[in-house]
């Protein structure tokens, strides 16, 4: 298998993952898409058979929405929002897609930080496995001029704030990207 692990803030892989399915659709490359099941437990109106983008959308020919089975051989899979897994629900992916295609590509996007500004252990773990790895930038949402490397949760006009439960984190939608500078911590808060 050969791993590769995209990472970054918020509003940065959806665009990746869009661009995955239509180079599969574009050269008759089957993709298998790994999304978590408990976020789509949890927004429930959202719909994991279509990638949207900016008003355009595409249909999920082969889903999996772990922890369901991953049957399906295809040349790649790409999983989604890896923040959201533990190590051992990754390392359980990587055996399922090894015993299955062990030629297969294996792209892995996530978050690298909460919005607390703390690392993921996934990231380390991805971080530690992957033989390409790339973090994704984008404008920070305040200043709009340097690099955001962070994610922050800010209410209706723009305060930041700061969600403990897990459930409520993946629910929850205004999330903005933020430089170092404009990033708030908790502990700054
Ligand atoms: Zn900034």
Redesign the pocket.
């Known amino acids: 298998m050969i791993i590769s692990y995209l990472y970054g803030p918020e509003e940065t892989k959806s665009s990746i993952v869009f661009s995955q399915l239509q180079f599969s659709e574009a050269y008759n490359v089957p993709l298998t898409l790994i999304r978590p099941k408990i976020y789509y437990l949890l927004n429930r109106e959202e719909d994991p058979t279509y990638v949207r983008l900016r008003g355009k959308k595409i249909k999920v020919k082969n889903l999996v929405l772990f922890p369901e089975y991953i049957q399906k051989k295809t040349n790649i899979y790409s999983i989604e929002k890896a923040h959201l897994y533990s190590v051992d629900d990754l390392k359980q992916i990587l055996s399922l897609v090894e015993r299955i295609n062990p030629q297969a590509l294996v792209m892995f996007l996530g978050l690298d930080r909460s919005h607390f500004g703390e690392v993921y252990e996934s990231h380390y773990f991805l971080l530690d496995i992957a033989y390409y790895k790339e973090r994704i930038f984008t404008t920070?949402s305040?200043?709009e001029?340097?690099q955001?490397v962070f994610t922050q949760a800010v209410d209706e006009i723009g305060l930041e704030l700061f969600i403990p439960s897990v459930e409520r984190q993946i629910t929850y939608k205004l999330y903005e990207p933020?430089?170092e500078?404009?990033f708030v911590f908790p502990s700054d808060a």
């Open positions: 920070c305040v200043c001029d340097r955001a933020r430089c500078s404009c």
